[in-house]
């Protein structure tokens, strides 16, 4: 950028410089702060989506329980823990009461999501899977249009893929999920982690 | 008619004000993320900093987390309105091309 001493003396072309610059780093700051959150938790749902649907294809249902139980405890306490250190980076005094929602509505959404499959009574374990997921994915968007619009758009195809892996090929659903959804969203989190 | 601001107008103050108003008005950003936002060194950006502070444009909130030293900075209810006229200032020049 051009440096004029006396700014009274600036030239069309230095303001428009002047401008340029305050778009381009505003926009940088917009996207950093956005992508920030965005690609942790799409990298640590998909690293979580690939071993659990890839062991829910191919291994014993009794030992999948265990193994989803596992990793979304470790799943859930790692997003916390790198979502509290990029947490860091800008802080708000509105950011506690704002955790506190946050944390309700996904315990309120939980609590819908198990009342509705009690009630529902899916068929077998591909039909609760696809509940499941349809929830997650229902509260994802509900974030992103309350935070940050620009995190909105990933829960929809992930969405629609589920349903297309369910509708289409229900023998290798899990597979489909684990490849397709979990690498997916890995691939993703890696596209704006590096080169959004 | 908005007026240009001598202090806003050098080049990394500029881009400084332009990242801290993007934030929400209650936000506020940590020193280290700000440098490597802007790409400039600690003693460059701590520089620039301190003109805006004196000028009362941003605070500098400097508190611990964890045991750790951290600077935290924000822009003023004064600096966004002084960075909007600016930056006013900067369209009108360029309408009058």
Redesign the interface.
């Known amino acids: 950028?051009t440096?004029?001493s006396d700014?009274?003396n600036?030239?069309?072309n230095e303001?428009?410089e002047?401008?340029a610059?305050?778009q381009t780093?505003?926009k940088?700051?917009?996207q950093?702060?956005a992508s920030g959150g965005t690609y942790i938790t799409l990298i640590v749902t998909g690293v979580v989506w690939l071993v659990g649907f890839t062991c829910t294809q191919f291994l014993r249902q009794e030992i999948v329980g265990y193994i989803w139980a596992g990793l979304s405890i470790l799943g859930g306490t790692v997003g916390t823990i790198l979502g509290f250190r990029m947490g860091?980076?800008?802080?708000?005094?509105?950011t506690g009461p704002t955790v506190k929602r946050v944390i309700l509505f996904w315990l309120l959404l939980a609590l819908y999501g198990i009342t509705f499959i009690a009630i529902a009574r899916p068929t077998d374990g591909k039909q609760a899977t696809l509940f499941v997921i349809l929830f997650i994915m229902l509260g994802q968007l509900a974030m992103g249009l309350l935070f940050s619009f620009s995190s909105v758009w990933w829960a929809l195809p992930i969405s629609v893929l589920a349903l297309a892996g369910y509708l289409l090929f229900p023998s290798i659903f899990y597979l489909w999920m684990a490849i397709l959804g979990g690498g997916g969203m890995i691939a993703l989190g890696l596209y704006i982690r590096f080169r959004w | 008619m908005a007026e240009?601001?001598?202090t806003i107008?050098?080049?990394v103050r500029?881009?400084i004000m332009?990242?801290l108003?993007?934030?929400?008005p209650?936000?506020?950003?940590?020193f280290t993320?700000l440098r490597d936002?802007?790409e400039v060194t600690d003693g460059n950006l701590g520089a620039h900093l301190r003109k805006l502070e004196e000028a009362g444009y941003i605070t500098v909130n400097k508190v611990f987390?964890e045991r750790k030293p951290?600077t935290?900075v924000s822009a003023t209810a004064a600096g966004r309105r002084v960075f909007q006229e600016h930056?006013a200032a900067?369209?009108s020049?360029?309408k009058?091309?």
Do not use: C, F, G, W
């Open positions: 950028m440096k004029n700014p009274m600036m030239s069309s303001a428009e002047a401008l610059a305050i780093i505003a940088k700051t917009r950093s702060i860091k980076r800008v802080r708000s005094p509105v | 240009l601001n001598e107008h050098q080049p500029l881009r332009a990242a108003v993007t934030l929400e209650t936000d506020e950003v940590d993320y936002l802007l987390v951290h935290y930056v900067l369209e020049i360029l009058r091309k």
